[in-house]
């Protein structure tokens, strides 16, 4: 049983969704604004993030590249990704469950609207700098720094999103629900990443020259447009309970802080499991997550013996497009096997199904797929042509749809199953609403409950697990985000020693043919980590359904 250390809170509302009756729309509207975050990521890299992240894994990379970084500073670089990780969503879950402006979604707009501005800013990172100065070497050096500060908005505040928008899935849905809720965030995920991998791979100045001159700019606006968008969807239709205790300023401030560590500290078996497994498997996908389309487009330049002359102007779209190629194969495989997974995999509630052993649970299935993703990854060092390096990157495919759909599932169902071990949740008497504005009658709205009692207006005052929803789900984050840190200063070690300066390709137009391939080194590295997450996988399933 798990109790945390807590004052007992007071409750306004009840979860709802304002919509038809059917659940896929239910459904739909709950987990579309995580379709926004991989079209915003395109431009760089990121974990969690479909249309936003798949923006940041196409194009953050070359185009930092192209403006100078060497590959060892660039590597550093993508120290946003896990330093906001690991400050930005424990925060943000933490106090967002203590909130009571509306939870979670005055951080998820709040979060997309700097995000939108930040890819503005580094799509016309030289225009805005240009204002300033006029010298070259001025220009060039504060642009790279423009650009670098941007990417870290733009991953403080996605994180922001990002989170918010995961922990509104689990107090939004019932325990039953959880399995369906979060495999339809892999699916908008999915189809977030999709596009932002075609948008990455089509030439869009062709036909949207007038957002932009460059491929990065249509992209950032684009990128910036969807994700507002998709978040709006979500914050209009999905009803939120409201905290209405009333806070003691500083020891509230305090609390918050203690409570993080306290409950870090006080972690279930089972979450933290899940946490460890979690660590060591983000040591492989994030290097795959911030190099594989430059992995890629480097061998598509080496292979194609290509001089200075037959790079075009804009070496960045030139060689992102090569490697979008391959991300829009693994991001379709990855689409189709979110829509496969929950038809494949039963529920890790029940232990055997009628198909057993051939039909896994959750957390067979999700080991199964870290051993797949680490074989991919191990291969990499050896793999010489796009053919192969394509294929390999879509291999990769299944096992992205299970990790952003699996360790969450599993986290939200331990999360309620806490929650019923203590204290059930119900809602607040009708008498007491949030606003007129979030009224509407029953036919248009569903309300999801998580207690048995759906219809009896119960009060209840609650400090259960289930109510920490947004910490335990940040606190997760920590265990995404910290491996970064480790595969990030192996990675610039191997820079150093493998490419030193600037990239050839990006900045001087000349193709290095011959010796090891810095980042098929760092993804092999990535895989042994990765293996070893799934050996200690496979040895929690020994355990994991035996009753506490």
Known sequence: MYTASLPERRWVGHPAIRAGSAEWMQMALLTVGLAGLPVSLTSHSQTDFPLSGSIEMTYGT????????????????????????????????????????????????????????????????????????????????????????????????????????RAIIVDTLPQQKQHLGNAWAGKMMGFGQIIGCFMGYVKLTSFLSFLGNTQLKIICVLGALSLLSSVSITCY??????????????????????SLWYTLRNLPPRIKAICHITFASWIGWFPFLSYS??????????????????????????????????????????????????????????????????QPNLLTGWIISIFIFSAAMLTAPWVKSVYLSTLLVSICGPSWAMTIFAPFALLSLEIHRLGQDNI???????????????????????????????????????????????????????????PQFVITFISSIVFAILEPGQS??????????????AIAVILGIGGCASFGAGVFGWNVRKWWFIEE
């Open 62 to 165: 070359p185009y930092l590249l192209s403006l100078g970084l060497s590959k060892s500073l660039m590597s550093l670089v993508w120290l946003a990704g896990p330093m906001s990780g690991l400050v930005t969503q424990p925060l943000v879950g933490i106090i967002s469950d203590r909130s009571r402006l509306r939870r979670r979604r005055p951080f998820i707009i709040a979060g997309a609207v700097i995000t939108s501005v930040a890819l503005i800013v580094l799509g016309w990172t030289r225009e805005l700098v240009g204002v300033f100065t006029s010298n070259e070497e001025r220009l060039a050096r504060w642009t790279a720094v423009c650009a670098v500060l941007s990417i870290y908005a733009i991953d403080f505040a996605i994180n922001a999103v990002q989170g918010a928008s």
């Open 237 to 258: 239709y999905v009803q939120e309970r409201v905290l209405i205790e009333k806070s003691t300023s500083l020891d509230s401030s305090l609390q918050v802080f203690s």
């Open 293 to 358: 389309s430059t992995w890629v487009g480097e061998i598509y330049v080496r292979s194609q013996n290509f001089s200075k002359a037959h790079l075009d102007d804009d070496k960045v779209a030139q060689i992102a497009r090569s490697g979008s190629s391959a991300l829009l194969i693994y991001s379709c495989v990855s689409f189709a096997s979110s829509l496969l997974l929950p038809y494949v995999i039963v529920p890790t509630t029940q232990k055997f199904s009628r198909l057993a052993p051939y």
């Open 424 to 482: 059930p949740l119900s809602r607040i008497p009708q008498e007491e609403p949030l606003d007129n504005s979030e009224d509407s009658d029953d036919t248009d709205t569903l309300y999801l409950r998580h207690s048995l009692d759906d219809h009896r207006p119960v009060s209840k005052f609650s400090t259960s697990a289930s109510d920490l929803s947004g910490s335990f789900l940040g606190i997760f984050n920590i265990f995404v985000v910290s």
């Open 504 to 517: 050839a390709e990006l900045t001087e137009g000349t193709i290095e043919e011959n010796g090891l391939n």
